[in-house]
């Protein structure tokens, strides 16, 4: 089983044309668009843009999570990526209300001047 | 067999009284309060006599009669039951301990009755009863340590009971220090029976202590270390020397403790817990000698001390202390029954003489000086008469109870060494001697006070019945042993004789001499009486004679009688040696470095590096989201970096 999941993980995944597309193809576009969200969401000024990167990051993760359960062939993965489809609509839902709610308290939408956390 | 059967009725009793008048006689009225106190300590008083008919009626292999009511502490091998205990010492201990305090609760519900801590006092008078029984009803030694502390206790609270006299708190907390000194001996007497025996029932312990061979005097073995921490304990509680500093300091309290816990009771538990211990004892003959000198040391000291005492509770505090180590040189000299016998004629002729001063006390107003007193003889004549005999037993006259048992312990004391025979014997004529003085002194001569100041008069009835039961007790107390001058049974040794049975050698060869040169006994019978008769023609000269002349003698031989009035400074001795040094060291080293460098420096410590710390982690917390994800990020990849290194 451990010998198989490897194998396909190296050998990637068959698309239906009959082609073989190496696993970590998919994983390394995982870890750029990560990468990519992780660096918006900290340079970054305008909640908007930092939102939206979170919810690339989420998908970067999806990604990966797709891959490892076709790669090996176990649903578990899948069932993750629901779970977080879902807790990101949840979550865009709350969070886009906030958003709205400060930039109509203080009418800037700066993460820096949104700071009073500390105090 | 009722109270037999239910032995813990007699201790709970008392407790339940105390609990009552501590609990809820805020509330009550004087006469509510008097009525629970009396009634408690009667009905304990007529359950102790119950117990002692039905024990009569025992056959002698149901005694010692040991009932077990529950396991206090089981831990590993460890094991002590809450379990009582009644054989023929516990009996006597038993009747003078509930007798002498009832009739001491009865006086002193007239001589407390103006005392705004009426209530208070009662609850601790019942309290202290409770724990004398549990003391002495108990049968194993941590149980009677339970009632051994517990008196102590009691003791602090009533020495210090007019707490708002700085001298009365001062002479509480001696007590209790100085006990400590001696409790802590007893404890780790008690732990080494333990570790020797694995028990603490005296029912395990003492035959098997007694089967233990002999130590010689040369050789210190366990029974002679225990036989010594339990005397530490015992000269602790029972104010020998060099720990009787705290006695003559608790006269502090009220009379009535004087008598009960300071004369009667408390004080003589040292001699109880020896004589319950004697199989111990008896193995280890050089714990033996030291109790016999100690004794018979602290009997000769003290009395030379009362001698030139002043204050009439002072003169008696010192004769408890003398009288007391009597009783220690009988235990010395293996004559137990001897030594419980003087325990209990004590008992009564000195509880009288507290109570006896206590009314002269009274009568006075409050003067306890001897010097202001005088001529109150036709005054208060019930109290004269009773503390007369008091005097007269506690002299040694020849028919009261005093004789008998003092008598019997010289005579011991002849057989084993002169030396303390003499000793005694000089002891018995200071005795006899203070005592006359003090009576004199009080009830005799010129009248010294001011007839216009105090308004001298006898005392309510509450205070005279007990005074005249315990006269007649204090004349007739020794009254069991009295055929043994004719050569027939001393009927009080009769009935001790099974619990000190392991002594019965000692005993046997004793009455065997004592049989054998009658004539020789009889001529030294005499010598105590003589000695006393001297004691009592020399305070006469000296008091009714010629009154003068003690002022001379004292000017005369200024320095020793500097020496005695001082108490021959041993309370000085000890400021200087032990309370300075001690203090000293609490304050300079325990509190300015201990206290206050180690353990305040380590609380200080802690709170300052954690509030250092907090301060300079404070930033951290910007407020600024991107800087916390920069955190979360970089936290991340140290995190991942870290176990992708592991797994290489």
Same mark, same amino acid.
């Given at each position: 089983?451990?010998?198989?999941?490897? %194998?396909?993980?190296v050998l990637?995944?068959? %698309?239906?044309?009959?082609?073989?597309?190496?696993s970590s193809y998919?994983?390394?576009l995982?870890a750029?668009l990560?990468g990519?969200?992780?660096i918006?969401?900290?340079?970054?000024?305008?909640?908007? %843009?930092?939102f939206m990167s979170?919810?690339?990051?989420?998908?970067?993760?999806?990604?990966a999570?797709v891959t490892?359960?076709r790669a090996l062939?176990?649903?578990q993965?899948?069932?993750?990526?629901?779970?977080?489809i879902?807790?990101?609509?949840?979550e865009?839902a709350?969070?886009?209300?906030?958003?709205?709610?400060?930039?109509?308290?203080?009418?800037t939408?700066n993460?820096e001047?949104?700071?009073?956390?500390?105090d | 067999?009722?109270?037999l059967?239910y032995?813990?009725i007699i201790p709970l009793l008392?407790?339940?009284?105390?609990?009552a008048?501590?609990?809820?006689?805020?509330?009550?009225?004087?006469?509510?309060?008097?009525?629970?106190?009396l009634?408690?300590t009667?009905?304990?008083?007529?359950a102790?006599?119950?117990v002692v008919?039905e024990?009569?009626a025992l056959s002698?292999?149901q005694?010692?009669?040991?009932?077990?009511y529950f396991?206090?502490?089981s831990?590993?091998g460890?094991?002590?039951?809450?379990?009582?205990?009644v054989?023929?010492?516990?009996v006597?201990?038993l009747?003078?301990?509930t007798?002498?305090?009832?009739l001491?609760h009865i006086?002193?519900?007239?001589?407390?009755?103006d005392?705004?801590?009426?209530r208070?006092?009662f609850?601790?008078?019942?309290?202290?009863?409770?724990f004398?029984?549990?003391l002495?009803l108990?049968?194993?030694?941590?149980?009677m340590?339970?009632g051994?502390?517990?008196?102590g206790?009691?003791?602090?609270?009533?020495i210090?009971?007019?707490f708002?006299?700085?001298?009365a708190?001062n002479?509480?907390n001696?007590?209790?220090w100085?006990?400590?000194?001696?409790?802590?001996g007893f404890i780790?007497g008690?732990?080494?029976?333990?570790?020797t025996?694995?028990s603490?029932?005296f029912?395990?312990v003492?035959?098997?202590a007694a089967?233990?061979?002999?130590e010689?005097?040369g050789?210190w073995?366990?029974?002679?270390?225990?036989?010594?921490?339990?005397?530490v304990?015992a000269?602790?509680?029972s104010a020998?020397?060099p720990?009787?500093?705290?006695l003559?300091?608790?006269?502090e309290g009220p009379?009535p403790?004087?008598a009960l816990i300071?004369?009667?009771t408390?004080?003589?538990a040292g001699?109880?817990?020896?004589?319950?211990?004697?199989?111990i004892?008896?193995?280890a003959?050089?714990a033996?000698?030291?109790?016999?000198?100690v004794?018979?040391?602290?009997?000769?000291?003290?009395?030379?001390?009362?001698?030139?005492?002043?204050?009439i509770k002072?003169v008696?505090?010192?004769?408890?202390?003398?009288?007391?180590g009597y009783m220690?040189?009988?235990c010395?000299?293996?004559?137990?029954g001897?030594?419980?016998?003087h325990l209990?004629?004590h008992a009564?002729f000195?509880g009288?003489l507290?109570l006896?001063?206590?009314?002269?006390?009274?009568?006075?107003?409050?003067?306890?000086?001897?010097?202001?007193?005088?001529?109150?003889?036709?005054?208060i004549?019930?109290?004269?008469?009773?503390?007369?005999m008091?005097?007269?037993?506690?002299?040694?006259?020849?028919?009261?109870?005093?004789?008998?048992?003092?008598d019997?312990?010289?005579?011991?004391?002849?057989q084993v060494s002169?030396?303390?025979?003499?000793?005694g014997?000089?002891?018995?004529?200071?005795?006899s001697f203070?005592?006359?003085?003090?009576?004199?002194?009080t009830?005799?001569?010129k009248q010294?006070?001011?007839?216009?100041k105090?308004?001298v008069h006898?005392?309510p009835?509450?205070?005279l019945?007990?005074?005249?039961?315990?006269?007649i007790?204090?004349?007739?107390?020794g009254w069991m042993?009295a055929?043994?001058?004719?050569?027939?049974?001393n009927?009080?040794?009769?009935?001790?004789a099974?619990?000190?049975?392991?002594?019965s050698d000692t005993a046997?060869t004793?009455?065997?001499?004592?049989?054998?040169g009658s004539?020789i006994?009889?001529?030294l019978?005499?010598?105590?009486?003589?000695?006393g008769?001297?004691?009592?023609l020399?305070?006469?000269?000296?008091y009714?004679?010629?009154?003068?002349?003690?002022?001379n003698?004292?000017?005369?031989?200024s320095a020793?009688?500097?020496?005695?009035?001082?108490?021959?400074?041993?309370?000085?001795?000890?400021?200087?040696?032990?309370?300075r040094?001690?203090?000293?060291?609490?304050?300079?080293i325990?509190w300015h470095v201990?206290d206050?460098g180690?353990i305040?420096g380590?609380v200080?410590?802690?709170?300052?590096?954690?509030?250092?710390?907090?301060d300079?982690?404070?930033?951290a917390t910007?407020?600024?989201?991107?800087?916390?994800?920069a955190?979360?990020?970089?936290?991340?990849?140290?995190?991942t970096?870290?176990?992708l290194?592991?797994?290489?």
């Amino acid at each position: 089983m451990l010998e198989h999941a490897k %194998t396909s993980i190296v050998l990637g995944l068959e %698309t239906p044309g009959g082609e073989v597309v190496p696993s970590s193809y998919y994983l390394v576009l995982s870890a750029v668009l990560f990468g990519l969200g992780v660096i918006a969401f900290v340079f970054k000024r305008n909640i908007l %843009t930092i939102f939206m990167s979170i919810e690339l990051m989420l998908n970067a993760v999806n990604l990966a999570f797709v891959t490892f359960s076709r790669a090996l062939g176990q649903l578990q993965g899948q069932v993750f990526v629901f779970f977080v489809i879902v807790v990101a609509a949840a979550e865009a839902a709350v969070g886009l209300a906030i958003v709205i709610l400060i930039h109509r308290n203080r009418g800037t939408l700066n993460v820096e001047r949104v700071d009073s956390l500390k105090d | 067999m009722p109270v037999l059967t239910y032995l813990w009725i007699i201790p709970l009793l008392p407790l339940a009284g105390a609990a009552a008048n501590g609990i809820f006689g805020q509330r009550w009225s004087k006469s509510v309060v008097t009525s629970v106190a009396l009634s408690s300590t009667t009905l304990a008083f007529l359950a102790a006599l119950e117990v002692v008919r039905e024990f009569l009626a025992l056959s002698p292999d149901q005694i010692p009669w040991t009932k077990s009511y529950f396991t206090w502490i089981s831990a590993g091998g460890f094991r002590a039951d809450f379990a009582l205990q009644v054989d023929q010492l516990t009996v006597i201990m038993l009747l003078v301990v509930t007798g002498v305090g009832w009739l001491i609760h009865i006086y002193s519900s007239g001589y407390m009755h103006d005392d705004p801590g009426y209530r208070r006092f009662f609850s601790y008078l019942n309290l202290f009863m409770f724990f004398m029984l549990v003391l002495v009803l108990a049968a194993n030694y941590l149980l009677m340590f339970v009632g051994w502390e517990g008196v102590g206790l009691c003791s602090y609270l009533l020495i210090g009971f007019f707490f708002l006299k700085q001298s009365a708190t001062n002479a509480g907390n001696k007590a209790f220090w100085v006990n400590r000194i001696g409790d802590f001996g007893f404890i780790l007497g008690v732990l080494l029976i333990f570790r020797t025996f694995g028990s603490l029932d005296f029912a395990s312990v003492l035959p098997r202590a007694a089967t233990m061979p002999a130590e010689p005097a040369g050789q210190w073995g366990v029974l002679t270390t225990i036989a010594l921490l339990l005397f530490v304990g015992a000269a602790g509680k029972s104010a020998q020397l060099p720990l009787y500093v705290w006695l003559p300091d608790a006269m502090e309290g009220p009379t009535p403790v004087s008598a009960l816990i300071h004369a009667a009771t408390m004080v003589t538990a040292g001699v109880y817990m020896v004589v319950r211990s004697h199989a111990i004892f008896l193995n280890a003959p050089a714990a033996m000698q030291l109790v016999a000198i100690v004794g018979c040391l602290t009997a000769f000291f003290a009395a030379t001390i009362g001698l030139v005492q002043t204050d009439i509770k002072k003169v008696l505090a010192y004769s408890t202390v003398s009288q007391l180590g009597y009783m220690f040189l009988a235990c010395g000299v293996g004559a137990f029954g001897a030594g419980i016998f003087h325990l209990m004629t004590h008992a009564f002729f000195k509880g009288l003489l507290f109570l006896a001063a206590g009314s002269v006390i009274h009568a006075m107003g409050g003067e306890q000086d001897m010097r202001k007193m005088g001529g109150l003889r036709k005054k208060i004549p019930v109290t004269f008469w009773t503390m007369f005999m008091a005097t007269l037993a506690i002299a040694g006259a020849p028919g009261f109870s005093g004789f008998f048992s003092k008598d019997e312990i010289l005579n011991e004391a002849r057989q084993v060494s002169p030396v303390l025979w003499a000793l005694g014997l000089l002891t018995a004529g200071l005795t006899s001697f203070y005592m006359f003085r003090l009576l004199f002194l009080t009830f005799f001569g010129k009248q010294r006070y001011d007839e216009h100041k105090v308004h001298v008069h006898e005392s309510p009835k509450s205070m005279l019945v007990p005074l005249v039961v315990l006269a007649i007790l204090a004349v007739g107390g020794g009254w069991m042993a009295a055929p043994q001058l004719w050569g027939g049974v001393n009927y009080f040794q009769h009935f001790l004789a099974p619990v000190l049975s392991s002594a019965s050698d000692t005993a046997a060869t004793a009455t065997e001499s004592t049989l054998g040169g009658s004539e020789i006994v009889q001529a030294l019978l005499g010598a105590p009486v003589i000695a006393g008769l001297l004691g009592f023609l020399l305070a006469w000269w000296l008091y009714i004679r010629s009154p003068t002349t003690p002022e001379n003698i004292s000017a005369s031989l200024s320095a020793p009688y500097k020496l005695l009035s001082g108490k021959y400074f041993i309370d000085e001795l000890y400021a200087a040696m032990i309370v300075r040094p001690l203090v000293w060291i609490s304050e300079n080293i325990l509190w300015h470095v201990v206290d206050e460098g180690v353990i305040d420096g380590a609380v200080n410590g802690v709170a300052h590096v954690s509030r250092e710390s907090g301060d300079r982690l404070r930033h951290a917390t910007s407020g600024n989201v991107r800087s916390y994800a920069a955190w979360i990020v970089l936290g991340a990849l140290v995190f991942t970096s870290v176990l992708l290194w592991m797994v290489d």
